[in-house]
C-alpha cells in the first residue's frame, strides 16, 4: 500500500512537471511570435504533406487584381516585358507577348515558348512554328491573317509544362489581349492551352471536332493538336486538317449569321 502512495505521488510530480514546461514553452513561443510580429517578420509554417497551396493561388490572383492592366496594345505589352509576378522572370531571356493581326478574326493559343521563341521573342517559330504556319496555310491564312499568343508569355525552363501558379500569373494578361482583339474564333493548339482555357482535364482527342465556347463572351474555340505533337506523329497531321476545316466551317457559318 505504502509504495502504491508512492508511485502515485512520483506520477503526479512528474505531470505536474510536463505539464509546467508545455505551459513555458507556449508561454516562450506566445513572446517570440509577439516578437517577430512587433519587428514585421514573417513567421513560416511547415505545411503538411500534401496540403494545397490555395493560399498561394489566392495570393497571386490577389496581385493581378492589384495590379490595373492597360487597356492598349502597347501599354499592355509593356506591362507584360516588365512582369515579375513568377520565378520565370529570373530564366527568361526575354517575354513573347504575341504577334500577328490585332484586329484578326481568329485568335491562335499554344501553351509556351520555346528555347527559340525566348530567343527571337516571337510565338511558335522554329520546326513546329514552320509546321503552323503551313497548318494555316492550308486553311486559307498567312501567319500575317491571324493573331497568335500563348497561355504563358515566358519559357518555362527545359520546355517543361506551364505550372499552375505560372498560368495564374499570367492569365490576366491573355484575357486582356482577347478583351482588346474580340476574335470571332478561337484555335486552342495542344492540350496545355485547351486544359487553361476550357478549365477540363479531357485527352485533346476527346475535345476535338466539338465546338466549344470560352468564358463570359462564349466565343467559339476550336481544339486542335499541338504541331510539336504532329513532329512527333507525323500520321496524326490528317485529323488536324480535319479540325481546321471544321473551324473554318464554323467561322463561315458565324460570318453568315
Given amino acids: 500500500m505504502q509504495s502504491t502512495r508512492l508511485l502515485n505521488l512520483r506520477i503526479a510530480h512528474i505531470r505536474s512537471w510536463v505539464m509546467f514546461r508545455v505551459d513555458a514553452c507556449m508561454i516562450t513561443q506566445n513572446l517570440k511570435n509577439e516578437y517577430l510580429q512587433a519587428m514585421g517578420v514573417q513567421r513560416w509554417l511547415v505545411r503538411a504533406a500534401g496540403e494545397s497551396a490555395v493560399n498561394d493561388g489566392l495570393q497571386v490572383l490577389a496581385n493581378d487584381i492589384a495590379e490595373p492592366l492597360a487597356h492598349d496594345w502597347a501599354g499592355l505589352e509593356q506591362q507584360v516585358s516588365a512582369c515579375k509576378k513568377c520565378k520565370l522572370h529570373e530564366t527568361r531571356t526575354q517575354t513573347v507577348f504575341g504577334i500577328g493581326n490585332r484586329q484578326a478574326d481568329w485568335l491562335i493559343i499554344g501553351e509556351a515558348p520555346g528555347a527559340e521563341e525566348d530567343r527571337q521573342g516571337e510565338p511558335f517559330v522554329g520546326a513546329a512554328g514552320k509546321l503552323l504556319t503551313e ?12 493573331y497568335i499568343a500563348n497561355i504563358l508569355k515566358c519559357r518555362p525552363p527545359e520546355n517543361r509544362d506551364p505550372a499552375p501558379e505560372e498560368v495564374a500569373c499570367c492569365n490576366a494578361y491573355l484575357q486582356q489581349q482577347i478583351a482588346l482583339m474580340q476574335p470571332q474564333l478561337i484555335l486552342a493548339v495542344g492540350g496545355v492551352a485547351a486544359h487553361n482555357l476550357l478549365q477540363t482535364n479531357e485527352k485533346v482527342g476527346q475535345m476535338r471536332g466539338t465546338l466549344h465556347h470560352y468564358g463570359e463572351t462564349n466565343i ?4 486542335t493538336y499541338h504541331p510539336a505533337y ?18 473554318q466551317a464554323v467561322y463561315k457559318r458565324l460570318r453568315a449569321e
Avoid: C, H, I
Fill in 135 to 146: 497548318m494555316l496555310f492550308a486553311a486559307g491564312f498567312s501567319r500575317a491573317d491571324v
Fill in 220 to 223: 467559339p474555340l476550336v481544339v
Fill in 230 to 247: 504532329l513532329l512527333r506523329s507525323p500520321l496524326e497531321k490528317r485529323k488536324v486538317w480535319g479540325d481546321l476545316q471544321f473551324a
